[in-house]
């Protein structure tokens, strides 16, 4: 049973640039949530997607959407890059309801 | 706002000695507790929850405490081994409506000595 899985693991992006992270849930899981985490900070809630819906959203900025798919699959964009943006994404995956969630390995974007 | 707070920042312990990192919330309504283990370029891992019916909770060498009139959650590793090196993160999450967001803390880097 494969994880979380995220693509691609690293991408290096221009200032003003568009980009677009992908993950595929755990087998089973019917909610994503993604997670913007700074070198030396604790993540931070981006948004998250149920039913291919945007159920909860965090703090940011209207340049950060997402997409949930029918497969539960979920991408994260993010449009007019700033250096600010660089970080690590993390994908967490879960059933609704359920409080648990498990994380992917992170795409690393650095904007430079 | 909501907000986790986590201290200490970094933690440095001899091997067979205990460590502990506190966190503390601001939002009464947090019901889950999540504490992650992230280990160095590696996704974050669930090592131990606590619900907010639950005071205590403790998994072999790890233990979690929550105390929620003071709105304080702690996690207790015995016995360290060098293997036990890794950022920890401890989260605070609300049920709305079936989903759960976290507020993550900003990390306890622990160093176990050999």
């Known amino acids: 049973d494969a994880g979380v899985t995220q693509s691609p693991t690293h991408l290096i992006k221009t200032r003003g640039q568009q980009v677009t992270l992908r993950c595929s849930p755990k087998?089973?899981?019917?909610?994503v949530s993604w997670y913007q985490q700074a070198l030396g900070q604790g993540p931070q809630f981006i948004f998250q997607?149920?039913?291919?819906?945007?159920?909860q959203r965090g703090n940011f900025p209207d340049r950060f959407s997402g997409h949930q798919f029918p497969n539960y699959s979920s991408e994260l964009n993010v449009n007019a890059l700033l250096l600010g943006d660089s970080a690590l994404y993390l994908c967490?995956?879960?059933?609704?309801?359920?409080?648990?969630?498990?994380f992917g390995q992170g795409t690393r974007l650095t904007v430079v | 706002g909501e907000n986790v707070e986590q201290h200490p920042s970094t933690l440095s312990v001899q091997e067979g000695d205990s460590a502990v990192i506190k966190c503390t919330y601001s939002?009464?309504?947090?019901?889950?507790f999540p504490w992650y283990k992230q280990e160095l370029g590696k996704r974050p891992q669930l090592i131990i929850d606590i619900r907010s019916n639950v005071g205590e909770k403790k998994d072999q060498r790890i233990a979690v405490t929550l105390n929620k009139t003071a709105k304080h959650f702690s996690l207790h590793i015995t016995e360290t081994q060098p293997e036990d090196s890794a950022v920890y993160f401890c989260?605070?999450?609300?049920?709305?409506?079936?989903?759960?967001?976290?507020?993550f803390g900003t990390g306890t880097r622990l160093k176990v000595l050999a």
């Open positions: 967490a995956s879960s059933f609704l309801g359920a409080a648990e969630a498990f």
């Open positions: 087998s089973g899981h019917d909610t």
């Open positions: 939002d009464s309504a947090s019901n889950y």
């Open positions: 997607y149920y039913e291919e819906e945007e159920r």
């Open positions: 989260a605070a999450s609300i049920n709305l409506s079936g989903t759960y967001k976290y507020i």
